[in-house]
């Protein structure tokens, strides 16, 4: 058995690496793999796991497999604690670390993990007292920390979305939002100092008033200055959005926020309104030129695998038409996302409809200023 102890993590691996497991400083499992999967584990010990294969599909364990998994692992994490308090297993660390220190620290965080992986009801418990459902970041924001400042959509009414159903939108104010504050930075801990950015959640977050939205910033640059130097990011639609004048961007931009995403999904009008979204291109591309006069990135979102057999050309070649013509620069990223399934929500998609449109979107939009990233919500955890 190996350890390896950074500055921020401990991994635990065999010498074959058949079984790796990565913790943060609170003993709190990360991401590893045995058994030949590959899991994620979110804050409240669900699990997200995928064959090595890259085509696979991630899936959400059921929680009574999720926690035979992590059964599994409390017991290999209390072996490796064994090896290492008989000098059986081997401690890999820093040149900075004296070696007493650094075995302390590999027992006790060892200690922590095989209690949290134990009992991951007890993680559930925790991560409920201060957070509700975290449905969806943005990928490149999965290792932020989440403040909450609102709940829910304030819409929740798109076809093609069921991320939100059953969730009724409300924002954080006062007392309540610094008390949902303190409770991140208390369940985070020392596990923080991993995260790199901020998010400010849920889906339409500009909506809560400006005295709320410059708090929450305050407040995330106070308990978590490391991440807060990146810059806090959150999702807005273009009917939320358009309330916020460029003055208040350029104060939000000031005060720490970094990117807004913004929900463009097609530039075909009539299939906007058929899949119930209650905004337009030009709408999009309204609140798009203003954010970027306020000096603050973009995020731009698109779907692949909507439009059915008479919209499905317009939504690819109006909506690469839109993008093209956002002004977006070397720091936006448009964002390709696959409609999937979901409980509640539309069925799956035609996958080679999904897999062609995505291909043609990627490929019209190469070539530009902006970055294009995969957006595939089944692999969104927390």
Not at 161 to 180: D, I, M, Q, S, W
Not at 248 to 275: A, D, H, N
């Amino acid at each position: 058995m190996i350890l390896r102890l950074g500055a921020n993590t401990l991994h635990v691996l065999t010498a074959d690496e058949t079984l790796h497991w990565a913790l943060d400083r609170e003993g709190r499992l990360l991401a590893g793999h045995e058994r030949g999967d590959h899991h994620r584990v979110a804050l409240d010990y669900s699990l997200l796991s995928c064959a090595p294969q890259p085509a696979t599909a991630p899936r959400r364990l059921p929680i009574p497999e999720g926690d035979q998994l992590l059964s599994r692992t409390a017991a290999a994490l209390r072996e490796a604690r064994a090896l290492l308090a008989s000098g059986h297993a081997r401690l890999e660390h820093g040149p900075g670390t004296d070696a007493d220190a650094g075995r302390a620290t590999s027992l006790a965080l060892l200690d922590r993990a095989a209690a949290r992986a134990a009992a991951p009801e007890l993680e559930r418990v925790a991560f409920g007292r201060v957070y509700g459902p975290v449905r969806m970041v943005p990928p490149d924001c999965s290792q932020a920390v989440v403040l909450q400042l609102t709940e829910g959509c304030s819409w929740g009414r798109c076809s093609f979305c069921a991320l939100y159903a059953g969730v009724p939108f409300r924002r954080k104010e006062g007392a309540g939002l610094t008390t949902h504050l303190d409770g991140v930075a208390s369940l985070l801990g020392a596990g923080a100092a991993l995260r790199m950015r901020l998010f400010i959640g849920d889906a339409n977050a500009l909506l809560a008033p400006m005295a709320s939205l410059l708090a929450t910033l305050a407040g995330g640059r106070a308990r978590f200055p490391e991440a807060a130097r990146a810059g806090a990011d959150c999702f807005v639609d273009a009917f939320s959005g358009r309330g916020r004048t460029e003055h208040e961007l350029r104060v939000l931009r000031r005060s720490g926020l970094r990117r807004i995403t913004v929900g463009l999904e097609s530039g075909c009008e009539r299939l906007l309104r058929r899949l119930g979204k209650p905004t337009t291109p030009a709408g999009v591309g309204e609140l798009v030129r203003r954010a970027r006069r306020a000096g603050l990135r973009l995020g731009v979102t698109v779907l692949a695998g909507v439009g059915g057999p008479d919209l499905a050309e317009a939504h690819v070649a109006d909506t690469l038409g839109v993008v093209r013509g956002l002004g977006l620069g070397s720091d936006d990223l448009v964002f390709v996302s696959p409609l999937v399934g979901q409980p509640g929500g539309p069925p799956q998609s035609d996958t080679s409809e999904v897999d062609r449109q995505a291909a043609c979107l990627r490929e019209g939009l190469a070539g530009g200023p902006w970055r294009v990233a995969r957006y595939d919500i089944r692999r969104a955890i927390y």
